[in-house]
């Protein structure tokens, strides 16, 4: 089955960084605009960067990410990576990729992101 895979969270101290990884099984990410999004408990699923399906691969960002978030494509490897940076408790959530506007059955099981001391 065609899916998207995240992977990277773990728990880090406010101030430090995760890179995640959305892999594309079956779905070639290469020509598709993919963005990042995340949840928390009781909140809708927000937005949070997404890269151009262009060659250009412009990049946009929430504000709340912007300056410490990146996003950034390995066509040759099929995969989107979300380096975060100076991460803050308030980054604590789920994170899942997909393509943007989302397909409803690419939203996998996302990567769990703790951000405490």
């Known amino acids: 089955q065609d899916r998207l895979v995240e992977s990277g969270g773990a728990l880090v101290r406010p101030g430090g960084s995760l890179n995640l990884t959305c892999a594309g099984i079956?779905?070639?990410?290469?020509?598709?605009?993919v963005a990042w999004f995340r949840q928390v408990p009781d909140k809708e699923r927000e937005w949070i960067a997404e890269?151009?399906?262009?060659?250009?691969?412009?990049?946009d960002y929430r504000d709340s990410v912007m300056g410490r978030f990146t996003i950034s494509r390995d066509n040759a490897k099929n995969t989107v990576s979300l380096q975060m940076n100076d991460l803050k408790p308030e980054d604590t959530a789920i994170y899942y990729c997909?393509?943007?506007?989302?397909?409803?059955?690419?939203w996998g099981q996302g990567t769990q992101v703790t951000v405490s001391s």
């Open positions: 997909n393509l943007f506007p989302p397909r409803h059955d690419y």
């Open positions: 079956g779905v070639t990410l290469q020509n598709q605009t």
């Open positions: 890269i151009s399906r262009n060659v250009e691969g412009e990049a």
